[in-house]
């Protein structure tokens, strides 16, 4: 270490935003143009504490903010300078930029096993650790050149809108990858907002848009409140929703404003995404999920994986080669939900129409037991999601500390996230009100015996709900602690 | 060989020789917008060759996993197919994971190296050390942010010699040291010195480390938390949906938070100074700005404030 010297010590405690960045940057130009010049003056060593006297966002070059926000909302904004090749780089990191620069624009691509994974893609369960699930060559080699050629004819012409996640099966095998196949262009939103979606939308003239409910619900919302001004743009011609159902009023307005169906397509991260769609032409069944896609097998087993008729309750299997390969290094698993004959079973609870179209009814987990009764959460919700003041609901049971559990309604009501109208409101339901909107709906096993007003439920990035977080018996996973 | 095999006359089944059929089809055609600018097929194909040679530089091979932490930007799809020209295994994961869910990621995936936004990198880095494996943090785009506040928050910066530390590693662990002894003279008694990134106490962010190397210097720059920021406001500037706010920053805590005391900043810069000159074994002399540096930081205050 230095033996002890002397530094200067610059204290600043009415600066804002900007001095944030001003002071370090010029300390250090100051050194380093000091070396160069010999300067006569030459800069010490310097330590600087300050606080802003008003409220700010230090911002990167890439960070996009609203302007307009930041004025109402008296925030002072600084960017931060774009560091080049040579300016400031974080200790024991590499610049991309500078990795690829010294790289040859020609590389010779290496031979590839197809039913060796391209991608790990983790995934949460009920319980436990997340799994990786190794999704092969062939995996997306199917999913693009099948299931999703039979339902949206991809070319080369067609400007696809890339606003869900890449890092997610649904983002990365149907945005990304699908366009990649077709040589078609992606339209990439790094960050998402309703506006800047429909805007994107308009701008590029996209034709191509998959999305999930809550994407579609917004967009809906801007058209019914449009003014004058608002452009509705009507460029797209295929529009998918997945990750959860949408509410058939949404699909039909959304149809009358935007001129285009929204299909509705069911996957997982284990089948490569998508392997049924409702919607195909115009084909359209309410609550469905639709019919098996192109080359897919579906069908519906009872719990000795016998099938069981149209029309009855069981658990949905799939063979498809969209089938994974198994979660990394972990057998255990991958053996529980495929069997020796390359079946897959989704967990998911549902049944078959004599059409053909498959119904979910569950999530084979998230079944509650109470009393000895079966309660489908989802039931429940959907009668919850009715109630004229209820935007939507999660239905969980919830260990009391004593250790009983209670069925639990989380309900968020159409009043929330409007911060001027608080969920507190008289707009929000009361307990009474939802109670007795549940008698007049719900057999008496099925209502649930405690209901929470929440502003939002915790959801994943394709908008389902994270159950395990509303039980709220969770680590949180975000946290780092102290290992001796 | 087998990446080449085509099943209907179509395109090939390997996603590297997809990628080379299609560039060969499409060349010219748009295959990225992003923001303002667009990409190619060419030219997404000839970054995404760079980003496989720089990986190979670096002993990427075949079935080697490379994490990816990264939004919808160009250089996603850049990272992604150059990972599969090498023939390796892309581990993409949300970018608002943290923490245990992170580790867990690249403890079990063994990956060798994560390609992630420069605003993750001392995220990751804080966690590296509980992955063995994980030997290259390769950090592309500039979406740092940073919330100040009156109340809230003290930005500590420090400016200096390289050539006084033998390494990095002794400038974090001297910040570190500082950072925890002045906290726990201000009463938080359990703050914690996170490996090469934070401060950390109830398993909370309580201040984060950033360390900076510029030619000869070293540059830090520690955010830490005296009482608990309202981020609202925040949220209205940086649109996220409302359902994930929770998860787009990290669990902070505060000094009020830990101990329940109004710390004023005269208090905390009287204590944090004398902390860094034991740990740092200097002395301090108040000083201010000169007039180059005056210039300089004239110039940055309206660079900076051009939004």
Do not use: M, R, S
């Given at each position: 270490m230095a033996e002890k010297n002397t530094w200067r010590y610059i204290y600043n405690p009415d600066g804002d935003a900007t001095d944030v960045v001003a002071y370090g940057a010029s300390v250090a130009e100051g050194r380093i143009a000091g070396k160069y010049q010999l300067s006569t003056t030459l800069v010490p060593d310097t330590l600087i504490i300050q606080r802003s006297k008003e409220k700010g966002i230090i911002a990167g070059a890439d960070v996009s903010v609203d302007k307009e926000a930041a004025a109402s909302q008296k925030i002072k904004i600084a960017r931060m300078a774009r560091s080049g090749r040579n300016g400031a780089r974080p200790i024991g990191t590499i610049q991309l930029s500078e990795l690829t620069a010294k790289a040859s624009r020609k590389f010779q691509a290496a031979e590839v096993d197809p039913d060796e994974p391209a991608v790990l893609i983790y995934t949460s369960g009920t319980t436990g650790n997340p799994k990786g699930a190794m999704i092969t060559h062939r995996n997306f080699h199917f999913q693009t050149t099948s299931i999703v050629k039979g339902f949206i004819p991809f070319s080369h012409t067609d400007r696809v809108i890339?606003?869900?996640?890449?890092?997610h099966i649904y983002g990365l095998a149907n945005s990304l990858i699908s366009s990649i196949y077709y040589g078609a262009c992606v339209v990439l939103m790094a960050s998402y907002s309703p506006q800047g979606l429909l805007d994107t939308i308009d701008k590029h003239q996209a034709t191509i848009l998959p999305a999930i409910p809550s994407m579609y619900q917004l967009l809906l919302g801007i058209a019914r409140i449009k003014s004058r001004s608002t452009k509705i743009p009507k460029s797209i011609k295929y529009c998918v929703s997945g990750g959860a159902p949408l509410p058939l009023a949404v699909i039909q307005d959304f149809a009358k404003a935007y001129e285009t169906n929204i299909m509705e397509g069911y996957g997982l991260t284990e089948s490569t995404s998508s392997v049924s769609i409702n919607g195909v032409d115009g084909v359209y069944k309410e609550g469905s999920i639709g019919k098996a896609g192109q080359g897919v097998e579906m069908k519906v087993v009872d719990d000795d994986g016998k099938d069981v008729p149209n029309g009855t309750e069981g658990e949905i299997i799939l063979k498809s080669t969209?089938?994974?390969?198994?979660y990394w290094n972990n057998k255990e698993a991958t053996d529980q939900v495929l069997n020796s004959d390359g079946w897959f079973f989704t967990g998911d609870l549902g049944y078959r129409d004599d059409d053909g179209f498959f119904f979910i009814t569950d999530r084979k987990k998230d079944i509650i037991i109470s009393h000895g009764y079966n309660i489908s959460p989802r039931e429940v919700e959907e009668v919850l999601a009715?109630?004229?003041?209820?935007s939507e609901a999660a239905v969980v049971n919830v260990p009391s500390q004593k250790g009983e559990e209670t069925v639990t309604a989380f309900v968020v009501p159409?009043?929330?996230?409007d911060t001027e109208n608080a969920s507190t409101s008289a707009d929000a339901p009361t307990a009474r009100e939802l109670v007795e909107f549940c008698e007049l709906h719900l057999a008496t096993y099925k209502r649930p015996k405690n209901f929470i007003i929440v502003d939002s439920l915790p959801k994943s990035a394709t908008g389902k709900v994270l159950r395990k977080e509303l039980r709220g018996?969770?680590?949180?996973?975000r946290l780092i602690d102290k290992k001796e | 060989m087998f990446g080449k095999h085509k099943t209907d006359g179509e395109l090939p089944l390997g996603l590297p020789q997809v990628l080379e059929e299609v560039v060969h089809r499409f060349k010219k055609r748009e295959a990225i917008r992003f923001e303002n600018r667009t990409y190619t097929y060419q030219e997404m194909d000839e970054e995404s060759n760079k980003v496989a040679g720089g990986l190979a530089s670096l002993g990427i091979t075949k079935g080697d996993r490379v994490a990816m932490m990264l939004p919808n930007i160009p250089e996603f799809l850049f990272t992604f197919f150059g990972i599969q020209k090498l023939g390796a295994i892309a581990v993409p994961f949300n970018t608002m994971y943290k923490g245990r869910e992170i580790s867990f990621i690249l403890q079990d995936s063994g990956a060798k190296a994560i390609v992630c936004l420069s605003n993750f990198s001392n995220l990751i880095q804080e966690i590296q050390r509980e992955c063995p494996e994980l030997k290259h943090i390769i950090i592309t785009g500039q979406r740092t942010f940073v919330f100040v506040e009156p109340e809230g928050t003290v930005n500590i910066q420090m400016v200096f010699e390289k050539s006084k530390f033998e390494s990095a590693e002794k400038v974090f662990y001297a910040m570190g040291e500082a950072m925890v002894d002045g906290f726990k003279k201000l009463g938080v008694e359990d703050a914690w010195y996170s490996h090469q990134g934070a401060i950390r106490a109830s398993g909370k962010k309580l201040a984060t480390l950033l360390l900076n190397e510029i030619e000869n210097l070293y540059v830090a720059n520690i955010v830490t938390y005296l009482q608990q920021m309202d981020t609202n406001p925040l949220f209205k500037v940086l649109y996220v949906p409302p359902e994930i706010k929770e998860k787009a920053l990290e669990p902070m805590t505060s000094v009020k938070l830990e101990t329940g005391k109004d710390v004023s900043l005269d208090e905390f810069q009287d204590i944090m100074v004398k902390s860094f000159s034991e740990k740092f074994a200097v002395n301090f002399e108040p000083g201010k700005l000169t007039r180059d540096e005056l210039i300089a930081y004239e110039k940055n205050r309206a660079l900076a404030g051009r939004i």
């Open positions: 890339g606003v869900l996640p890449l890092y969209t089938i994974f390969k198994g009715t109630h004229p003041k209820v159409k009043t929330a996230g018996n969770v680590e949180d996973q | -």
